[in-house]
């Protein structure tokens, strides 16, 4: 059995377009998981037509995911910080503050494409940031790094649900700590930005966590956790997530680079976070904190 999934922004789902595509595809009875904004019905049978559908639904402002109705609620969630548990890059906001912010924001992008080999790109943003006053971290985290709508919910919710909540990033310790205390995340990793003299010394710590070092996190703690990889959800939006999004039950793109989302069935691209909760199963009613 599978079951299909529509979620869109509050107050954005058609019932009609939801109703029409249930009776199109011969589906079980329609579920709301949140009035007019996210539903779901089972099918017997994946549909030959569905990317077609999806494209269409995209058109509508409406996510849609066909996915294996067994195993769907996950025990653990393994996310992405930049742009996908924040909304910023953190390396790009220190770069406005050192006055490199236009040439870093061009690395980060074609980076996050898979244009540029991940451990070089960041090397070389990290050396444009040298002399950089270490208390700019605080600064910047304080005023210009925000929080990704249906964050708090979705840590809230796995956890009060028994999941363990990693978040592993290629940024920055001194990004993902204060992240992961606000959100409530089991544990982070991420790269050491060297200071020396109060000041970023342009280089960062080696081992560089890139694309591999997330597949090791994903190995890792499934082993110390004793559950197996298709227990896990995974999101993230850039190019060095693919490894970990491809290995994980359910891999999820949020509002992800193209190239990303080609790769992946779970593709977010209006929803927030609350999106994994509603891919799960979730009710809205059913949401903590």
């Known amino acids: 059995m599978y079951v299909t999934t529509l979620i869109a922004r509050p107050g954005q789902l058609d019932p009609a377009a939801a109703e029409a595509l ?122 210009r790094i925000t929080l990704m709508p249906g964050g708090p919910a979705l840590i809230a919710t796995m956890k009060a649900n028994g999941a363990y909540c990693a978040l592993v990033s290629g940024g920055f310790t001194a990004f993902t700590a204060r992240v992961a205390e606000q959100l409530g995340f089991d544990e982070n990793r991420a790269n050491t930005l060297i200071v020396a003299d109060a000041a970023l010394s342009g280089e960062v710590g080696r081992p560089i966590l890139g694309r591999e070092a997330k597949v090791q996190a994903l190995e890792e703690i499934t082993a110390r956790l004793e559950i197996s990889e298709a227990d896990v959800i995974a999101v993230g939006d850039g190019a060095n997530d693919l490894g970990m999004l491809h290995r994980a039950g359910a891999g999820v793109a949020l ?31 059913e949401f903590a904190g």
């Open 22 to 143: 249930r009776n199109a595809w011969g589906g079980g009875a329609l579920q709301w998981l949140a009035p007019d904004e996210a539903a779901e019905f089972p099918l017997e049978t994946l549909p030959e037509n569905r990317w077609q559908v999806w494209e269409d639904m995209q058109a509508l402002g409406i996510d849609m995911v066909v996915q294996p109705e067994a195993g769907r609620r996950k025990k653990m969630l393994l996310a992405d910080m930049d742009s996908t548990m924040i909304q910023q890059e953190c390396i790009d906001e220190l770069a406005d503050e050192a006055g490199v912010g236009a040439r870093v924001k061009e690395i980060t992008a074609r980076a996050m494409n898979g244009e540029l080999d991940f451990e070089g790109a960041l090397t070389e943003r990290v050396g444009l940031l040298k002399g950089l006053p270490e208390a700019i971290i605080a600064q910047v985290l304080d005023s």
């Open 255 to 285: 509002h992800a680079k193209p190239v990303v989302a080609a790769e992946c069935d779970i593709r977010i691209n209006h929803g927030d976070l609350t999106a994994l909760l509603f891919v799960q199963g979730y009710a809205k009613t």
